[in-house]
């Protein structure tokens, strides 16, 4: 019931509109409150590298909002509430996976549900309105009004969180394609899993690309890279890599053009990109990043040790030059997950929580190969993980983003303890293994299943 509830709330991201307050709130937000007392009650260790990352932003917010900024407290909470919120669907994930550890249930449910919304806003933008992303004036935040790209699709009428700006449902819809991609193709499900992760690929594919957003598409097309030569490579695969990319370029091609109406605007941003380029107006390439980059190292120059204690910009008299509002209320953000880090919360804070990150990824990449399942299992964690630590938070507070961060972050903690339990079994003998004196000598393919499952039980290493 939890997973069934988790799932809902993360692979339909819609608009929750809350009158009071004024703005719009992502149904991850409400899943963190709803497991917040779960995770207090059952999860009896955190990692340690995310409590001192957590504990030193404690201080440096204390300090900040004591000596520089004390107007700016309840902002500040606030923000440092939203920025680890998150890592609690990460322990959910943990908690699922280490209790009832069934991947076929699992990776169903967040299929089905996902292939759901793939095919409800793909269907809505060709029959319905015609096209994906619309320019148009629209509210930014409460009181900032502007005119900019807009996804239009909706789900049967409602609208997803994050649409006034293609990037952050964009990126939803890219790793929603990761996701039909790494468990329900990879991984090799049954026929009809893999039927409906195909067409729910296919959908994201129509919803990416005709978003015109280039993060949600290079990361798409890393995610394929890294499907196609992660592992060791064959000349059969190698065969079916030259087959696969060609059916690539062919389809996005037939995609794109079926957009006719948007392919104006999409050409117009890449020749303007190529334009800056030329002109070395490297700012303009990236949108803006750079000149926030900028204002992020002089902030972290006056105040390296504790941040901005996640007081924003213009607690250093930060200017954008360019924009005509108060920076320091106005919630931009540096739209990189690492900078934005160590921005926020100082540098030893940041230590930490880079130090946690690679930690939770870790087991992943130690994952061994000596068998066709291990091989998938594999390919499919690194299709997701590569590009989103490489292109999502990098170009975007990917872990943050409330649409994609938190669904990511529930199948990094789902399959953490089985990646963690491979590598303990490659690297010890001594590995936990039930003897064969317990075994039936005649297996049908349900007990095989059990006992594959029993290197679950293996003594766990305190974190």
Not at 109 to 118: C, S
Not at 234 to 256: D, H, P, W
Not at 289 to 315: A, E, Q, V
């Amino acid at each position: 019931m939890l997973l069934f509830l988790s799932a809902v709330l993360l692979c339909i991201p819609l608009r929750i509109f809350v009158p009071a307050l004024g703005v719009e709130v992502a149904p991850s937000d409400l899943l963190c409150l709803l497991i917040l007392p779960h995770i207090l009650i059952i999860h009896h260790k955190i990692n340690k590298w995310l409590l001192l990352s957590i504990l030193f932003s404690l201080i440096s917010l204390i300090y900040i909002q004591l000596f520089l900024q004390p107007e700016n407290i309840v902002r500040s909470i606030f923000s440092i509430a939203f920025f680890f919120k998150p890592y609690l669907i990460y322990l959910l994930g943990r908690n699922i996976g280490e209790s009832s550890l069934h991947p076929d249930r699992f990776n169903k449910t967040l299929i089905y549900l996902l292939a759901a919304t793939a095919l409800a806003a793909t269907v809505d933008a060709i029959f319905m309105k015609g096209h994906i992303t619309i320019f148009t004036e629209f509210e930014r935040i409460p009181g900032e009004v502007i005119y900019g790209a807009v996804f239009d699709p909706t789900f049967f009428g409602i609208k997803f969180h994050g649409s006034n700006g293609i990037n952050g449902i964009a990126v939803f819809f890219s790793t929603a394609f990761m996701i039909f991609l790494s468990l329900g193709v990879i991984m090799k499900p049954k026929k009809s899993i893999r039927i409906i992760s195909y067409t729910g690929m296919l959908c994201s594919l129509i919803l990416v690309l005709g978003s015109g957003s280039r993060q949600a598409a290079f990361g798409l097309i890393v995610s394929c890279l890294c499907c196609f030569f992660a592992g060791r490579m064959t000349v059969g695969r190698m065969f079916r890599v030259a087959l696969y990319i060609t059916l690539a370029i062919v389809s996005s091609a037939t995609i794109i053009a079926f957009f006719s109406d948007y392919i104006v605007e999409l050409f117009a941003k890449i020749l303007l990109m190529i334009d800056n380029i030329y002109s070395g107006n490297w700012d303009g390439v990236s949108s803006g990043r750079l000149g926030l980059y900028m204002i992020i190292i002089d902030d972290l120059i006056s105040s390296p040790i504790f941040g901005t204690g996640f007081g924003g910009y213009g607690l250093f008299n930060s200017e954008l030059g360019y924009f005509d509002n108060d920076v320091s209320t106005s919630g931009y953000t540096p739209h990189n997950q690492y900078l934005g880090a160590i921005w926020k919360m100082g540098g030893l804070a940041g230590l930490f929580y880079l130090i946690f990150l690679w930690s939770i990824v870790k087991p992943f990449f130690k994952i061994p190969q000596n068998n066709e399942f291990q091989k998938r299992f594999y390919i499919a964690m690194i299709a997701i993980i590569i590009p989103f630590f490489t292109v999502f938070n990098v170009f975007q507070d990917g872990l943050s983003s409330p649409s994609t961060g938190p669904i990511f972050l529930l199948i990094l903690g789902y399959y953490w303890r089985h990646a963690f339990n491979l590598n303990a079994k490659s690297n010890s003998t001594m590995f936990a293994q039930p003897h064969t004196a317990f075994q039936p000598v005649n297996l049908n393919k349900k007990h095989k299943r059990y006992y594959a499952n029993l290197s679950f039980l293996a003594p766990r290493k305190r974190l």
